[in-house]
Protein backbone atom coordinates (compact mmCIF):
# COMPACT_ATOMS: atom_id res chain seq x y z
CA UNK A 1 0.00 0.00 0.00
CA UNK A 2 2.88 2.18 0.93
CA UNK A 3 4.52 2.10 -2.30
CA UNK A 4 1.27 2.31 -4.31
CA UNK A 5 0.63 5.89 -2.40
CA UNK A 6 3.97 7.21 -2.70
CA UNK A 7 3.96 6.45 -6.65
CA UNK A 8 0.49 8.22 -7.33
CA UNK A 9 1.75 11.21 -4.87
CA UNK A 10 4.68 11.10 -7.28
CA UNK A 11 3.15 11.18 -10.53
CA UNK A 12 0.88 13.63 -9.51
CA UNK A 13 3.00 15.61 -8.46
CA UNK A 14 5.19 15.13 -11.61
CA UNK A 15 1.91 15.88 -13.59
CA UNK A 16 1.37 19.54 -11.24
CA UNK A 17 4.57 20.62 -11.99
CA UNK A 18 4.61 20.41 -15.98
CA UNK A 19 0.97 21.58 -15.65
CA UNK A 20 2.09 24.46 -13.63
CA UNK A 21 4.35 25.48 -15.61
CA UNK A 22 2.17 25.44 -18.70
CA UNK A 23 -0.17 27.79 -16.82
CA UNK A 24 2.26 30.62 -15.65
CA UNK A 25 1.00 32.05 -18.52
CA UNK A 26 -2.58 33.08 -17.54
CA UNK A 27 -5.39 31.18 -19.28
CA UNK A 28 -9.08 30.88 -18.41
CA UNK A 29 -9.75 29.24 -14.88
CA UNK A 30 -12.29 26.92 -16.10
CA UNK A 31 -9.29 25.87 -19.05
CA UNK A 32 -9.23 22.17 -19.00
CA UNK A 33 -5.39 22.53 -18.15
CA UNK A 34 -5.74 25.16 -14.99
CA UNK A 35 -8.44 22.82 -13.96
CA UNK A 36 -5.96 19.80 -14.09
CA UNK A 37 -3.05 21.22 -12.52
CA UNK A 38 -5.38 22.09 -9.66
CA UNK A 39 -6.66 18.31 -9.54
CA UNK A 40 -3.07 17.17 -9.50
CA UNK A 41 -2.03 19.34 -6.71
CA UNK A 42 -4.71 18.37 -4.46
CA UNK A 43 -4.33 14.55 -5.62
CA UNK A 44 -0.07 15.08 -4.57
CA UNK A 45 -1.71 16.35 -1.24
CA UNK A 46 -4.13 13.83 -0.02
CA UNK A 47 -2.02 10.84 -1.05
CA UNK A 48 1.55 11.68 0.63
CA UNK A 49 -1.55 12.54 3.72
CA UNK A 50 -2.93 9.09 3.19
CA UNK A 51 0.73 7.71 2.91
CA UNK A 52 1.78 9.99 6.75
CA UNK A 53 -1.78 8.15 7.62
CA UNK A 54 -0.31 4.75 6.95
CA UNK A 55 3.08 5.43 8.13
CA UNK A 56 2.35 7.29 11.00
CA UNK A 57 3.02 4.14 14.15
CA UNK A 58 5.54 3.32 12.30
CA UNK A 59 7.18 6.77 12.61
CA UNK A 60 9.45 8.44 15.39
CA UNK A 61 8.71 11.62 16.86
CA UNK A 62 11.31 13.35 14.93
CA UNK A 63 9.77 12.26 11.65
CA UNK A 64 6.11 12.91 13.21
CA UNK A 65 7.49 16.18 13.54
CA UNK A 66 9.45 16.58 10.00
CA UNK A 67 6.71 14.93 7.95
CA UNK A 68 3.51 17.23 9.65
CA UNK A 69 5.62 20.42 8.88
CA UNK A 70 5.56 18.79 4.96
CA UNK A 71 2.08 18.54 5.13
CA UNK A 72 1.66 21.67 6.38
CA UNK A 73 3.76 22.98 3.59
CA UNK A 74 1.41 20.70 1.18
CA UNK A 75 -1.73 22.51 2.21
CA UNK A 76 0.40 25.46 1.78
CA UNK A 77 1.02 25.15 -1.90
CA UNK A 78 -2.39 23.94 -2.59
CA UNK A 79 -3.99 27.01 -1.05
CA UNK A 80 -1.39 28.53 -3.52
CA UNK A 81 -2.98 27.05 -6.13
CA UNK A 82 -6.31 27.98 -5.33
CA UNK A 83 -5.32 31.72 -4.97
CA UNK A 84 -4.05 31.76 -8.29
CA UNK A 85 -7.86 30.60 -9.71
CA UNK A 86 -9.25 33.15 -7.69
CA UNK A 87 -6.85 35.80 -8.84
CA UNK A 88 -8.22 34.67 -12.86
CA UNK A 89 -11.94 34.67 -11.87
CA UNK A 90 -11.98 38.14 -10.55
CA UNK A 91 -8.81 40.14 -11.79
CA UNK A 92 -7.99 42.71 -9.28
CA UNK A 93 -5.51 45.79 -9.62
CA UNK A 94 -2.18 43.38 -9.87
CA UNK A 95 -3.81 40.22 -10.67
CA UNK A 96 -1.27 39.31 -13.46
CA UNK A 97 1.80 39.32 -11.13
CA UNK A 98 -0.21 37.57 -8.15
CA UNK A 99 -1.04 35.24 -10.32
CA UNK A 100 2.24 33.97 -11.51
CA UNK A 101 3.69 34.66 -8.27
CA UNK A 102 0.83 31.89 -6.78
CA UNK A 103 1.45 29.62 -9.23
CA UNK A 104 5.19 29.94 -9.29
CA UNK A 105 5.20 29.14 -5.24
CA UNK A 106 3.83 26.05 -6.39
CA UNK A 107 6.30 25.25 -9.65
CA UNK A 108 9.32 26.42 -7.68
CA UNK A 109 7.63 24.02 -4.43
CA UNK A 110 7.24 20.82 -6.53
CA UNK A 111 10.64 21.12 -8.43
CA UNK A 112 12.08 21.74 -4.77
CA UNK A 113 10.62 18.44 -3.65
CA UNK A 114 12.03 16.34 -6.68
CA UNK A 115 15.41 17.86 -6.29
CA UNK A 116 15.59 16.93 -2.89
CA UNK A 117 13.89 13.60 -2.78
CA UNK A 118 16.65 12.75 -6.07
CA UNK A 119 19.39 14.03 -4.04
CA UNK A 120 18.36 11.96 -0.48
CA UNK A 121 17.70 9.28 -2.76
CA UNK A 122 21.51 9.45 -4.27
CA UNK A 123 23.01 9.22 -0.47
CA UNK A 124 24.00 13.00 -0.63
CA UNK A 125 25.17 14.38 2.31
CA UNK A 126 22.55 17.23 3.91
CA UNK A 127 24.70 19.94 3.45
CA UNK A 128 24.68 19.01 -0.44
CA UNK A 129 20.69 18.30 0.26
CA UNK A 130 20.20 21.77 1.72
CA UNK A 131 22.37 23.25 -1.10
CA UNK A 132 20.07 21.78 -3.92
CA UNK A 133 17.05 22.78 -2.24
CA UNK A 134 18.36 26.17 -1.74
CA UNK A 135 19.92 26.13 -5.47
CA UNK A 136 16.16 25.06 -6.56
CA UNK A 137 14.11 27.95 -4.77
CA UNK A 138 17.01 30.83 -6.19
CA UNK A 139 16.89 29.28 -9.61
CA UNK A 140 13.11 29.36 -9.54
CA UNK A 141 12.57 32.88 -7.86
CA UNK A 142 14.89 34.68 -10.87
CA UNK A 143 12.52 32.29 -13.44
CA UNK A 144 9.55 33.16 -11.92
CA UNK A 145 10.42 36.62 -11.89
CA UNK A 146 11.42 36.48 -15.60
CA UNK A 147 8.04 35.33 -16.92
CA UNK A 148 6.91 37.95 -15.06
CA UNK A 149 8.65 40.66 -16.61
CA UNK A 150 7.96 39.03 -19.77
CA UNK A 151 4.02 38.99 -19.65
CA UNK A 152 4.10 42.51 -18.16
CA UNK A 153 5.95 43.92 -21.23
CA UNK A 154 3.49 42.26 -24.11
CA UNK A 155 -0.05 42.11 -25.25
CA UNK A 156 -2.45 41.60 -22.93
CA UNK A 157 -4.06 37.88 -23.25
CA UNK A 158 -7.26 37.34 -23.93
CA UNK A 159 -7.90 36.55 -20.59
CA UNK A 160 -8.03 40.07 -19.63
CA UNK A 161 -9.94 41.23 -22.96
CA UNK A 162 -12.93 39.43 -22.73
CA UNK A 163 -16.34 41.73 -22.10
CA UNK A 164 -15.89 40.51 -18.49
CA UNK A 165 -12.72 40.88 -17.87
CA UNK A 166 -13.10 44.53 -18.31
CA UNK A 167 -16.26 45.08 -16.65
CA UNK A 168 -14.12 43.85 -13.53
CA UNK A 169 -16.46 40.44 -13.09
CA UNK A 170 -13.96 37.76 -14.93
CA UNK A 171 -15.88 34.94 -14.10
Given at each position: ?????????????????????????????????????????TAMLVLVVAVV???????????????GLLLLLGGYTVLRGMQARR?????????????????GFTVISLF???AIVGAIDLGAPLPIVLAVGALGVATGILAINRVKR??????????????????????
Open positions: MHTILILGHAGAGLVALVLGCLVLRPQPARSLRFRSYLIALAVDWAELGAGQRVTFALRRMPPGWRDRYVDHVDGFRLSGGPLDAVETTPRARAGTGR
